[in-house]
Nanobody
Framework: QPQLVESGGGLVQPGGSLTLSCLGSGFTLDYYVIGWFRQAPGKGREGVSCLAPWTGETYYAASVQDRFTISRDNAKNAVYLQMNMLKPEDTAVYYC????????????????????WGQGTQVTVSS
């Protein structure tokens, strides 16, 4: 059974950093477009960043450009989101997702989401 499990969320002060991790099991992320999404209270889901498996093509939402970095470690079957210069408006539940690379693109993934989802991890940015 394919499964994604996020970790690394928490409470951080504005300007701080966090690294989210997403570990895949039951399938190999090498062949999947992977993405990070977030949902703040009362708001819709937002595609934060997505990454292609072979080309390294990436997408970042304008709100996180130059602050967040997505990466993957195929040997660990893991995906990461390095978040720097965090702002209160980054507060949300963050989810990782994956979709087969043969049936999606990076822009489509970040727009429509994946076939597999993690349970989410809370990120709170507050002083």
């Amino acid at each position: 059974q394919p499964q994604l499990v996020e970790s690394g969320g928490g409470l951080v002060q504005p300007g701080g950093s966090l690294t989210l991790s997403c570990l895949g099991s039951g399938f190999t992320l090498d062949y999947y477009v992977i993405g990070w999404f977030r949902q703040a209270p009362g708001k819709g889901r937002e595609g934060v960043s997505c990454l292609a498996p072979w080309t390294g093509e990436t997408y970042y939402a304008a709100s996180v450009q130059d602050r967040f970095t997505i990466s993957r470690d195929n040997a660990k079957n893991a995906v990461y989101l390095q978040m720097n210069m965090l702002k209160p408006e980054d507060t949300a539940v963050y989810y990782c997702a994956a979709k087969e690379a043969l049936i999606t693109t990076v822009p489509n993934m970040c727009d429509m989401g994946g076939n597999y989802w993690g349970q989410g991890t809370q990120v709170t940015v507050s002083s």
